[in-house]
C-alpha cells in the first residue's frame, strides 16, 4: 500500500466541504426523527418499527481538507452513497448543514445547485453514465458542451484530458466498443474536464475485475499526486480505502464509527466493529515505522544504519533491516529521530503494544 502520495494539506486552509450535524432519513415525517433524542437514538429496525423510517444518515459531522482523499467507507447499506449525495443535494438533507468553501450548500437555489455539480464537484459513477451514441471524445467533452463551452475549445481540451488518463487512439470510439476499464477511464476523463475542485467517485471499480480494478486505483493516485485535486471515494473495500485514502469515515448505521488515517484506523480502533473490520489487514503495509521506532540508546546507534524516512511503512523498513542485519535509523531533515529494530517491527506486525510491559520507554520521537 502506497503511503507516499499522502501529502495533505493539515487542516490550515479553510475545508472544500464541510458537514455539521447532518442527517437524511426516508419515510414519513422524517423531519421529527433528528429533532428527537429518543428516536434518534433507536437501533435502525427499532426505528423502522417504531415510525417506518429509514436513518441513512445519522448525525454526521466532518471536514474535507483541500487536496486530501477523502474516503467514505462502510458495508453495503450503512449510508455511504446517501451522505455523498447530499453533499450537493442530489439527495436533499433531512437537517444539519453542508458548505463548500464556506458557501452554504442547504441555502444554494436551482442555479447555483446546477454550477456546483457541473463545475465544482463533479462526480464519476459506478456505472459510467456513459451517451452510447456519442464517441469517447464528445463523451468527454459534453460536461464542457453543457457548460457552453464552443466546439473547438471543447475538443481540445477533451484531447487533453484522454490523454491524461490513457485513452489515446479511442478517440473516436462509441462507449460500446470498449472494455469495462476503458469506459470507467472514460468517466473519469469526463468528470475531469470540467477541472472541478472536488472530484466525487461513488464506487466507481467495483464492477471492474481485479487486475483492471487496481490499474484504475493507480490511475487515480497517479491523478492525485499530480494536481493534488481534492477526492472523495466511496467504497465498500477496505484495501482500495486504505490504499486511496489519506483519511477514511468508516461508517455503520449511517453514523461515523471512526473517522482517521489508514494508520490510526489499523493502529487504533475505535471500538470492536472496527476492530473486527481492520482484523485481517496486513499491518506492516499500513503502519509507518513512527509506530514502531525507540530512541536511539547512544549517539553511535543513532549515527549509523541504514536509513529510512518517518513514512516508510513498517514493510519497507523490516526490507531494510534484514537487508543488513541491525537496526535502521528513521532520518527527517537529515537527523535521526528513532530507530527501528526487528523487536519494533515484530511487535507492529503482531499487533502488539511493545511498550505495554516495558520499563515505560516510550516509542516517540528522540532527536539524537
Ligand atoms: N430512497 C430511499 N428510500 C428509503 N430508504 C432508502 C433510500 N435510499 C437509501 N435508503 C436506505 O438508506 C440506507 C443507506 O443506503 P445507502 O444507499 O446510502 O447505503 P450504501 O452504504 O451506499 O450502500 P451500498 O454500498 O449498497 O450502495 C439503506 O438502509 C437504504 O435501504
Redesign the pocket.
Known amino acids: 500500500m502506497d503511503t507516499a502520495h499522502k501529502a495533505v494539506d493539515d487542516g490550515a486552509a479553510p475545508p472544500v466541504f464541510s458537514v455539521q450535524n447532518l442527517w ?1 432519513v ?2 414519513p415525517k422524517a423531519h421529527r426523527v433528528p429533532g428527537d433524542a429518543e428516536l434518534g437514538a433507536l437501533s ?1 429496525a427499532e426505528l423502522r418499527e417504531r415510525t417506518g423510517c ?4 445519522r448525525d454526521v459531522s466532518f471536514d474535507v481538507r483541500k487536496g486530501e482523499v477523502f474516503v467514505v467507507m ?12 447530499c453533499l450537493t443535494r442530489l ?1 436533499e438533507p433531512t437537517s444539519g448543514a453542508v458548505a463548500i468553501d464556506g458557501e452554504d450548500v442547504l441555502a444554494m437555489d436551482t442555479a447555483r445547485l446546477r454550477e456546483l455539480r457541473r463545475r465544482r464537484a463533479s462526480m464519476v459513477f459506478q456505472h459510467f453514465g456513459l451517451l452510447p451514441h456519442r464517441s469517447v471524445i464528445d463523451n468527454v467533452a459534453y460536461g464542457l458542451e453543457i457548460q457552453g463551452m464552443g466546439k473547438s475549445a471543447r475538443r481540445s481540451r477533451a484531447a487533453e484530458v484522454v490523454a491524461k488518463v490513457g485513452l489515446e487512439g479511442l478517440e473516436h470510439r462509441k462507449p460500446g466498443q470498449l472494455s469495462g476499464g476503458q469506459q470507467q477511464r472514460v468517466g473519469l476523463a469526463r468528470a475531469l474536464a470540467v477541472d472541478p475542485e472536488v472530484m466525487l467517485f ?2 466507481p471499480f467495483s464492477a471492474l475485475d481485479p487486475l483492471i480494478r487496481r490499474d484504475m486505483q493507480e490511475e487515480v493516485i497517479r491523478l492525485h499526486r499530480e494536481e493534488g485535486r481534492t477526492m472523495i471515494f ?1 467504497t ?1 473495500d477496505l484495501n482500495e480505502a486504505l490504499k486511496l485514502g489519506d483519511r477514511i469515515a468508516l ?1 455503520r448505521d ?1 453514523r461515523i464509527v471512526q473517522l482517521g488515517t489508514p494508520e490510526e484506523i489499523v493502529g487504533s480502533p475505535a471500538d470492536d466493529y472496527v476492530r473486527d473490520f481492520v482484523r485481517d489487514v496486513p499491518r506492516e503495509q499500513v503502519m509507518t515505522v513512527r509506530t514502531a521506532m525507540r530512541p536511539a540508546a547512544d549517539a553511535a546507534e543513532a549515527a549509523s544504519g541504514a536509513a529510512v524516512a518517518p513514512d516508510a511503512t513498517v514493510f519497507q523498513a523490516i526490507e531494510a533491516v534484514a537487508r543488513s542485519g541491525a537496526a535502521a535509523r528513521v532520518m527527517q531533515d537529515g537527523r535521526c529521530v528513532g530507530v527501528v529494530d526487528h523487536a519494533g517491527l515484530l511487535a507492529v506486525v503482531a499487533g502488539v503494544d511493545r511498550d505495554a510491559d516495558s520499563d515505560g520507554a516510550t516509542d516517540k520521537v528522540v532527536v539524537a
Not at 429509514?54 to 444518515?57: E, H, R, Y
Open positions: 437524511k426516508f419515510g435502525p429509514t436513518a441513512a444518515v462502510g458495508l453495503s447499506g450503512s449510508g455511504k452513497s446517501t451522505l455523498v449525495r439527495i461513488d464506487e466511496i465498500h461508517m449511517g
